[in-house]
Structures are given as structure tokens and as C-alpha cells.
T-cell receptor, first 116, second 112 residues
């Protein structure tokens, strides 16, 4: 049981390049999330997927796209990377039983992305 | 709109009790409050969660007053390994939508 896995762990891109960050979870969770973390700004939600087949914008979606490929996998794509997207990206999953219920998120180890 | 506020940093010594408070104005009646711990180069990790009054588990206690406008994470007898960043999270439910409101984190330094 690996929990939440992310690939790659590190990536360096040039401005304008594209790439996809991969995330997978083996806990049969319905909900998955993508965050970015920058110094002094905490965790900011980029996109989330409440269930397979659905995706919704979070706080900072501009410049990103997501795909909920199946229940296990949720990918984040940067179509044209910019230096402002230099950050650490975390994927998380959870399984809220009801909307008003408690929600524990399980995080992956992160991807450290640098855009030059 | 719910917003969370917590101190940027705190210092403590081994063996002391540490209390970190998070303020969350306009929290709705069905919101839970969750706390996470994050070590350098790792993802955040769940510590404790509560709705009202007091919750205790093997690592921490969470105190939530009756007005629920704040919550206090209590770490008993901290050790050097408790040095980390601690985040509070409020989940706001609005109809079929769920909005996550994260605090900016409290960096706790435990000194020998």
C-alpha cells in the first residue's frame, strides 16, 4: 500500500515547455487534489476532482489543466510553463463520506518544479 | 467567507507543552477543523480533527470553544522531532460545493 505517489520528484523546464505531473493513489479514494506550495503562501489549491469524471477549479487554476484519468489517477498539465510556476506541487486524495463529514487528506511526497 | 489566521512562527523547548491557535471567522455550523504537520521536503500529514469541544488522540489535543471562531492545537511535551510547520484547515460546505480554507502555517522550532 503505497498511498499517494507522484512523478517526477524533480523537474527543470525552460519557459514555454510543457509537461505533465502524474499522481496516483491506491486507497480507493473518490476525491483528489492538486496544490502548489510557495514560501510564505502556504498551500494553494489548483484543481480538485470530487469524483471520477469531474474536475473543478480551485484558487489558482490559471496556466494549468487536469485530467482525472480514472479513480486512481489525477494528472496536472502545464501547457506553456512560466517562471511564476516554479513551485512545489503536491497531490492529495481523500474520501469524504458525506459533504458535511470529516475529511482527511493524504498527501504525496511532492514534485519540485523549476521553470527557467 | 471563512478565513483562517495562525501565527507565523513559535519557539519552544523540549518537554514543554505547545499551543498553536488558529482563528477562523465565519465558520459555518457544519464545518470541521483539521490540523496537519509538515516536515521539510515532505507532504503535509494529518494530525487531528474536530468539530466542537475537545478531541484527543495519541499525538495531540484539539480545543474548540463554543463559538467555534478559533481552535487550539496542543502538543504535550514536545521533542526535537516535533519541529515542523503546522497548518489548520477549515472545510466550508456550501450546497454541493466544498471549499478548503488553509491557514498559512505556523513554523514551530523546538530547541534542546
Amino acid at each position: 500500500n503505497a498511498g499517494v505517489t507522484q512523478t517526477p520528484k524533480f523537474q527543470v523546464l525552460k519557459t514555454g515547455q510543457s509537461m505533465t505531473l502524474q499522481c496516483a493513489q491506491d486507497m480507493n479514494h473518490n476525491s483528489m487534489y492538486w496544490y502548489r506550495q510557495d514560501p510564505g503562501m502556504g498551500l494553494r489549491l489548483i484543481y480538485y476532482s470530487a469524483s471520477e469524471g469531474t474536475t473543478d477549479k480551485g484558487e489558482v487554476p490559471n496556466g494549468y489543466n487536469v485530467s482525472r484519468l480514472n479513480k486512481r489517477e489525477f494528472s496536472l498539465r502545464l501547457e506553456s510553463a512560466a517562471p511564476s510556476q516554479t513551485s512545489v506541487y503536491f497531490c492529495a486524495s481523500s474520501d469524504p463520506i458525506r459533504l458535511a463529514d470529516a475529511d482527511t487528506q493524504y498527501f504525496g511526497p511532492g514534485t519540485r518544479l523549476t521553470v527557467l | 467567507l471563512a478565513k483562517t489566521t495562525q501565527p507565523i512562527s513559535m519557539d519552544s523547548y523540549e518537554g514543554q507543552e505547545v499551543n498553536i491557535t488558529c482563528s477562523h471567522n465565519n465558520i459555518a455550523t457544519n464545518d470541521y477543523i483539521t490540523w496537519y504537520q509538515q516536515f521539510p521536503s515532505q507532504g503535509p500529514r494529518f494530525i487531528i480533527q474536530g468539530y466542537k469541544t475537545k478531541v484527543t488522540n495519541e499525538v495531540a489535543s484539539l480545543f474548540i470553544p463554543a463559538d467555534r471562531k478559533s481552535s487550539t492545537l496542543s502538543l504535550p511535551r514536545v521533542s526535537l522531532s516535533d519541529t515542523a510547520v503546522y497548518y489548520c484547515l477549515v472545510v466550508v460546505n456550501a450546497g454541493n460545493n466544498r471549499k478548503l480554507i488553509w491557514g498559512l502555517g505556523t513554523s514551530l522550532a523546538v530547541n534542546p
